[in-house]
Structure formats: structure tokens, C-alpha cells
């Protein structure tokens, strides 16, 4: 299995940024696809983006423009580098990696936007 490690939420105002980073203990050459998913109370896990390892990058309509994902390799880290950030994109979030050995989650980080 892929154990992975969620960091960098925190509580921020409405316009700012917060950087999440996700470590993973296997070498993310070896992780076909690492996707940050968000749960807000109540509501349903989402995706809010994902990478390949071909490097194929996949964000939902209500963060793109303001959310990038990026992956370094060499630190076996992908970034989630949140901006303009809204009361909206409250949530718990969530890294999962699928692999060769089957699908794994972080434990969340939480990202709290007041308004």
C-alpha cells in the first residue's frame, strides 16, 4: 500500500492561499494517479484535482483558474496550491493515490475560509 500524509490546512480569510502538500511513502513515479479530494460537512466527498504520473491534470469547474496541482518527484510530494480561496472551499481535504497496490487515503487536512 501507498501510505500518505496529508499538511498545510489551516484557517485563512476569504482571498488568501494555502499550499496543501501530500508525502507519500512510495516514490510517486510508481502512482498512477494522486487526486485531492474535499468533504464539507454534509456533504459528499468530491474531487477537486488530480494528476498522473504522465502528467495528465484533471480539476473540477469550481476551482479551476484558482487551484494548481503539482507533483515533485525527487520529494515524492504532490501540492495543491489553493488561491483566491472562498468561504465555499471549507472542507476537509483528502489525497488518495491508486497504484499497483490498490487505492489508498491520506487523513485529511482541514481548510477552514472565513468570510
Known amino acids: 500500500q501507498v501510505q500518505l500524509v496529508e499538511s498545510g490546512g489551516g484557517l485563512v480569510q476569504a482571498g488568501g492561499s494555502l499550499r496543501l502538500s501530500c508525502a507519500a511513502s512510495?516514490?510517486?513515479?510508481?502512482?498512477?494517479?494522486v487526486g485531492w479530494y474535499r468533504q464539507a460537512p454534509g456533504k459528499q466527498r468530491e474531487l477537486v484535482a488530480q494528476?498522473?504520473?504522465?502528467?495528465?491534470?484533471h480539476y473540477a469547474d469550481s476551482v479551476k483558474g484558482r487551484f494548481t496541482i503539482s507533483r515533485d518527484n525527487a520529494k515524492n510530494v504532490v501540492y495543491l496550491q489553493m488561491n483566491s480561496l472562498e468561504p465555499e472551499d471549507t472542507a476537509t481535504y483528502y489525497c488518495?493515490?491508486?497504484?499497483?497496490?490498490?487505492?489508498?487515503w491520506g487523513q485529511g487536512t482541514q481548510v477552514t475560509v472565513s468570510s
Open positions: 512510495r516514490s510517486t513515479f510508481s502512482i498512477n494517479t
Open positions: 488518495r493515490a491508486q497504484s499497483e497496490w490498490g487505492t489508498n
Open positions: 494528476i498522473t504520473s504522465g502528467g495528465s491534470i
